[in-house]
């Protein structure tokens, strides 16, 4: 990987443009016994899964279907027809943005995409649900939030984990101070066949994602956010490299970030080249207190004594209810959006999760430490911040 490319600011990235958009509609928020329009945008494989989740949710009523790829809006207008909806999709997703009697959006797109849909959606009167990571790039998460607060929409973000009952569990082990000191937390993957692709997906390009550390590790490091409320590190440090796969991806194989949180390190470790799991464990998170540990993923959620602890180990996995992440998602964001109360994964929690991972992208392509300044949202090292 060619880590000394070049790296600007995109210019008009988030343009404020009302075109194709109303100009500030408010939205309704239907009845409790009223179904909420829901219009997906991106029907690759999350957002056919999200469609899917989506029509198990009673209260919500897939209404319109945009992808720029007909086989996959064929593929999705057949799945609505499946469940009971006539929907003829479009290939423009300013038209389901402009439509009134649309009351919410689904953003399934890649990445680069969902700053721009997030904010037009939030000005149009829709709420909108978005995958992960929120952004690109540090300051358009910025955008979405600011969007979500001025339009008082409600933004579910698609950290759907937070939904499910192995990480609430671990969130709740871990406030209850079992631990004790926490003075360490590991989280990795290994996903192998990744490396082996023949055609690299848009995730490993930098114009449009942020490879392995955006895709899966805002999945491994949103858990901790989720356990020690929300904070941020103060400092990141991370190395990559692509040291086993040819082809002409941007982001490494291999990759180890650290970062540096008040009263605890942290590390995330990619290794799409080697299988070799932890714990019994592909990819998960693990708490290191001073009398236990905590491991979650999705798999389960298991709480291990350190030798000498007076803490008893608890075993929590092979429930079918606590697997559970998808629906029960869209679920709390229904519930929002007729209560418009905070979602479970509201967009702020996804940009800070989402940010922390570009922060160590960066400072693997600029090969320095970043010490983040959270009152001013950037980094002290002004070079960096010039790619923000």
Not at 15 to 35: C, E, H, M, Y
Not at 309 to 332: C, G, I
Request: with cysteine.
């Amino acid at each position: 990987m060619d880590n000394s490319k070049p790296i600007t600011r995109r210019s008009a990235s988030l343009a404020l443009s009302t075109a194709f958009t109303t100009s500030i509609f408010t939205g309704q928020v239907k009845g409790a016994n009223d179904r909420v329009a829901v219009g997906f945008i991106g029907l690759g494989a999350m957002g056919s899964g999200n469609l899917g989740y989506s029509m198990k949710v009673p209260g919500l009523q897939p209404a319109a279907l945009c992808d720029v790829y007909q086989p996959h809006l064929e593929r999705a207008e057949a799945a609505a027809r499946r469940g009971g909806y006539e929907i003829k999709g479009t290939d423009d997703f300013r038209k389901i943005i402009a439509d009134k009697s649309i009351d919410a959006v689904c953003i399934s797109t890649p990445d680069h995409w969902h700053p721009y849909m997030t904010v037009e959606a939030c000005k149009a009167g829709k709420d909108v649900y978005v995958e992960k990571p929120a952004a690109v790039y540090v300051d358009e998460g910025v955008k979405m939030v600011e969007a979500a607060r001025k339009y008082k929409r409600i933004v579910q973000a698609g950290t759907m984990q937070r939904s499910g009952g192995y990480f609430k569990k671990a969130a709740e082990l871990v406030k209850s101070g079992i631990l004790g000191n926490v003075t360490f937390v590991h989280t990795w993957q290994n996903r192998w066949g990744v490396t082996k692709a023949t055609f690299p997906t848009f995730r490993y390009f930098w114009d449009y994602a942020g490879g392995a550390m955006t895709d899966w590790g805002v999945h491994l490091l949103d858990p901790v956010h989720q356990c020690f409320d929300e904070k941020m590190p103060t400092a990141i440090s991370a190395m990559g490299h692509k040291l086993e796969v040819t082809d002409n991806r941007d982001t490494p194989d291999t990759m180890l970030a650290t970062f540096d949180y008040p009263g605890f390190i942290a590390s995330y470790e990619s290794r799409t080249a080697n299988p070799m799991p932890m714990f019994g464990q592909g990819a998960a998170t693990s708490i290191h207190g001073t009398e236990a540990t905590i491991i979650v993923n999705r798999s389960g959620c298991w709480l291990v004594p350190n030798a000498k602890s007076k803490v008893e180990a608890q075993t929590y996995e092979k429930d079918d209810v606590m697997r559970q992440m998808n629906v029960p998602h869209w679920e709390n964001w229904l519930s929002c959006i007729k209560s418009r109360e905070k979602p479970q994964s509201e967009i702020e929690t996804c940009v800070r999760s989402s940010t922390t991972c570009i922060l160590a992208n960066l400072s693997m392509r600029f090969k320095t430490r970043l010490d983040w300044d959270e009152k001013n949202w950037t980094v002290k090292q002004a070079e960096v911040s010039l790619a923000f």
